[in-house]
């Protein structure tokens, strides 16, 4: 059995190690590269996320060269990719302006890995990809729950409009 004073000094020295591993003097020293769970790969830092985006961006008939490999705004684009999720191809460019990285990963916390990645034009990104527009496979569950379509930040006829580029109504339906 310990004494008071054994178990005073065990606290002090773990306190100590606390504020240690807080300034940075041991322990804190991060994985660089990713992780795996299964076949899901997830990054760790932006030097690594920008390389996936680039090679999403590859993937997607684009290139692009990085000038300086620190720096992860020294990406200059040499030709477009293709949108991977609109029905009609059309030019995307490196840009966030332009086009955006989908994680079309079905687990709650979304993956970085190049099999679950689509490069897509921000418009797409917009309505599709953060669930703006009810698809035609949730319609019934969502009539069920009485759960309005979510526009916010979408102007309604812009909604109109992009859908029927799409070739579909403002409720998602083809």
Known sequence: MRTDRQIREQITGLRRE??????????????????????HEYLVGILAHTR???????AAGGEAD?????????????RPAMCQGCAETHPVGWSNDEAHWHHACTLRKKCDSLAC??????????????????????RERAEQKSVSIRTDGVNAGALGDACAKYGKDSEGSA
Not at 52 to 58: K, N, Q, S, V
Not at 120 to 126: E, G, L
């Open 117 to 138: 990645a689509l490069y897509v034009c921000v418009m797409w990104h917009t309505l599709f990809g953060h669930k703006r527009v009810i698809r035609s496979d949730r």
């Open 52 to 58: 996936r985006r680039l090679e999403i961006f590859r």
């Open 66 to 78: 990085w000038i300086d490999e620190s720096d992860p705004n020294s990406v200059e684009e040499i």
């Open 18 to 39: 606390l504020r240690e591993r807080k300034a940075g003097k041991i322990g804190t020293q991060r994985p660089r590269g990713a992780t795996f769970r299964g076949e």
